[in-house]
Every structure is written in C-alpha cells, then in structure tokens.
C-alpha cells in the first residue's frame, strides 16, 4: 500500500509540475502559434446618399411626404429633355422618357403605408443623379 500512495504522489507531482511549466510558458507558446491570429475588424463607414442635393430632377406633384387615399398616384416632374429615368417603388420599375422640355409623367402604385420612390437618370457614361421620394399610403378616409 505504501508503494502505490509513493506512486500517485510522484505522478501528482508529476503532473502538476507540467501544468506549472505549461502555464507559465502559455503565452510564449500562442505568440508562436501556427494558427492563424484573429483580425480585429474595423468599422465599416456608412455612406448615407445625399438625394435630393444639386439635383436637376424636380418632382412637382405629389409632394414629398404627402399622405395619399389612393393605391396609385401619378408622379408629375421635370428634368433632362428626352433622357430616360428609371422609376423605383416598393412595388415595381418602369423606365419612361421625358419630353424635349424634360417633362414626364408615370402612374406608380402604392403599397399600404411608407413608400419610397426612387426617380434616377443615368447618362451614358453611366453618372446619374436620383431623387428620392417618401409617400405615405392609407386605405382610410382622412
């Protein structure tokens, strides 16, 4: 019984003293870690687009942030004479071109409750402006 008490106290001494050396030397042995080292990331900016800032469309009816009855209003405005926009709601694009004063004019159909509509105008070499619209849609009878 004496000879296996001796045992279990060298294996604890043992063991315990390459736990001790183990931790003592751990953070040597991460800096020399073949794995790979987690990359902090960085905060991505977020870029907010400046609608409506030395745009040359104009938007006449309906307003921006009109409260509108109907489920379809005709958007009314005015920009490049005979360019073509392209027209985004939550519902559907259309693409119209404007007349040789710049006036166009689309029917878009609203959704119930916030509406965002995007009128873009690209040119060829691709650089465009937008103007974004918010109309708000309600069934009920203000």
Request: net charge negative.
């Amino acid at each position: 019984m004496k000879k296996e008490v001796g045992v279990a106290i060298l294996a604890g001494f043992l063991l315990g003293g390459i736990a001790a050396i183990t931790l003592t030397n751990l953070p040597n042995l991460l800096k020399n870690s073949p794995f790979p080292k987690e990359t902090e990331l960085s905060p991505t900016p977020i870029v907010t687009p400046q609608y409506q800032l030395e745009t040359k469309i104009e938007i006449n009816s309906p307003l921006d942030q009109s409260i509108i009855e109907e489920k379809a209003t005709e958007l009314n405005g005015k920009g490049k004479p005979e360019a073509v926009y392209l027209i985004e709601s939550e519902t559907e694009m259309k693409t119209i071109v404007s007349d040789k004063e710049g006036i166009f004019k689309e029917k878009v159909t609203l959704i119930e409750g916030t509406n965002n509509i995007y009128v873009t105008n690209l040119d060829e070499n691709g650089n465009g402006e937008t103007y974004h619209l918010i109309l708000y849609h309600t069934g009920e009878k203000l």
